[in-house]
């Protein structure tokens, strides 16, 4: 069974935070995250209470199906979780073009 869930703010920072555990693990992605935000490997823990963080970590894995999926198989979320994590959290509001 796949967790579905949609709720505020903790129910975003929870996914966040494992998605950040996740791409802990990734020997190939983690560098490509760190790079990407400017953050060292030794500030992962710190920057981890940061809201902005959290959203630069559902921005990251959210950029690749891919790492949607492989991240959403090891945790047993549906793919739809990270979406709307993201958009349970501050900016994270979809943008009408029209």
């Known amino acids: 069974m796949t967790k579905r869930s949609t709720g505020g703010q903790e129910f975003a920072d929870t996914v966040a935070?494992?998605?950040?555990?996740?791409?802990?693990?990734?020997?190939?992605?983690?560098?490509?995250?760190?790079?990407?935000?400017?953050?060292?490997?030794?500030?992962?823990?710190?920057?981890?209470?940061e809201p902005d963080f959290l959203i630069s970590v559902l921005d990251f894995v959210l950029m690749d199906d891919a790492w949607v999926i492989a991240f959403c198989d090891a945790?047993?979320?549906?793919?739809?979780?990270?979406?709307s994590?993201?958009?349970?959290?501050?900016?994270?509001?979809e943008a009408h073009w029209t």
């Open 17 to 49: 935070l494992k998605a950040l555990g996740w791409l802990v693990g990734q020997e190939d992605l983690l560098p490509v995250f760190l790079g990407a935000t400017g953050t060292a490997p030794v500030e992962l823990r710190l920057r981890a209470a």
């Open 75 to 83: 945790e047993g979320f549906d793919y739809t979780l990270p979406r």
């Open 85 to 93: 994590a993201r958009h349970a959290l501050p900016g994270g509001e």
